[in-house]
């Protein structure tokens, strides 16, 4: 479902015939140990169930983006503190119409060095174009930043995060850490490659809080005045307010804030981090000039074999769940709704809520 511009204030171009891009993000990809063991099957490990009532909504998107916050460092499978997922988990993201994954996060050296690579020989083997991590510094200047064309229009993804648990990367492999010399030179990269959007995808914050601290804050704003276009944030695990910004020096320019998305699916229980967010963005181009011509967002729950009584996870959307909820799931899932509105309509600015 779009959105109507009014939801921007935003500017019509009425002159040229527009191209126009469907952007959709979503959180936290996550594999703890029970949902790996609710997933195996007699010959492996079958995810289908967990992104059916959610897939068709990705699928509409013409670019779905999301964070991985695992390795598939291959067997023995295993959740926190170190994750490793199995490959079908990373094939069953892909079946749900996702295109681009980011893989700089504090979860993405879990399996060391052989981990890092297989992960990146995985998403290889699937074709799914990934930013974040890398073989080597030669790898990274050939695929980093990432470029998407998609109908006419080019994109370029960043990606960083705040730190890898305490484990180092072991040369020569690359993490994308949050360092400003480096980002700059980034961003100056990113413009030769003549992007009609620059998008940060940043894994960062404090976890389980609901406001972003003041340093996020200032990094966003530094990031939008060297040259980034928008903003998709990660890790607190709670989803955090969404902001739509004036540009500075053209009004008619807008760019979109999302702190943090939340959990898209993991077996996360506490207050806040069974849920998250699937935010839309939708970029036009007119000419030699892209704007942001929409945003929304939709809120996603998880439905827990403890709570269902079913054997697999499922995410549901939040605002239109099945009506065979039991009432374990009904509680859980209105306290999650209703603490997240409570927060957006306090907090949220110059974006709306759409359901699918």
């Known amino acids: 479902m779009k959105c109507g511009c009014l939801l921007l204030g935003c500017i019509l171009w009425h002159a040229a015939p527009a191209q126009t891009v469907d952007l959709l993000f979503a959180g936290d990809l996550m594999q703890h140990q029970a949902q790996i063991d609710a997933a195996r099957t007699a010959t492996g490990y079958n995810y289908d169930s967990c992104f059916t009532l959610v897939k068709p909504e ?6 779905a983006v999301a964070n991985l916050e695992v390795t598939l460092a291959g067997k023995p499978y295993k959740g926190y503190p170190q994750f490793s997922a199995p ?30 690579a297989r992960t990146i020989s995985m998403l290889d083997s699937l074709r799914i174009p ?41 040369p020569p492999q690359v993490v994308n850490y949050i ?94 981090t ?32 403890v709570l269902s009584g079913k054997s697999q996870y499922r995410l549901y959307p939040a605002a239109n769940p099945p009506q065979d909820l039991t009432p374990a799931e009904q509680t859980r899932l209105h306290t999650f709704v209703g603490e997240s509105r409570r927060l957006f309509e306090k907090y949220n600015r110059g974006i709306k809520e759409y359901v699918f």
């Not at 990094?219 to 695990?237: K, M, N, T």
């Open 179 to 272: 360092d400003t010399l480096q980002i700059r030179k980034d961003i100056q990269a990113a413009r030769r490659l003549r992007p009609d959007a620059i998008i940060a995808l940043m894994h960062w914050g404090l976890e389980y809080k609901s406001q972003p601290e003041a340093s996020t804050r200032q990094l966003a704003r530094w990031l939008i005045r060297e040259g980034v276009d928008h903003i998709i944030g990660s890790h607190p695990h709670v989803v955090q307010p969404i902001e739509v910004w004036e540009d500075e020096k053209d009004r008619s320019r807008r760019h979109l804030v999302v702190y943090s998305l939340g959990n898209y699916i993991s077996n996360m229980s506490k207050s806040g």
């Open 87 to 116: 490959d079908e988990y990373l094939k069953a993201v892909k079946d749900a119409g996702f295109d681009v994954l980011v893989t700089a996060n504090n979860h993405c050296l879990d399996g060391g060095k052989k981990g890092l």
């Open 58 to 63: 990705i699928e509409k998107a013409d670019l």
């Open 130 to 170: 990934f930013a974040g991590t890398y073989r080597d510094a030669a790898e990274r200047s050939r695929r980093y930043p990432l470029l998407v064309e998609q109908n006419g229009l080019r994109i370029v993804f960043l990606n960083y995060t705040y730190g890898t648990n305490g484990l180092k990367v072991s």
């Open 274 to 305: 069974d849920g998250g967010l699937m935010v839309r963005l939708q970029l036009t181009k007119k000419g030699e000039t892209t704007r942001l011509s929409d945003c929304a967002y939709s809120l996603v729950w998880v439905s827990r074999p």
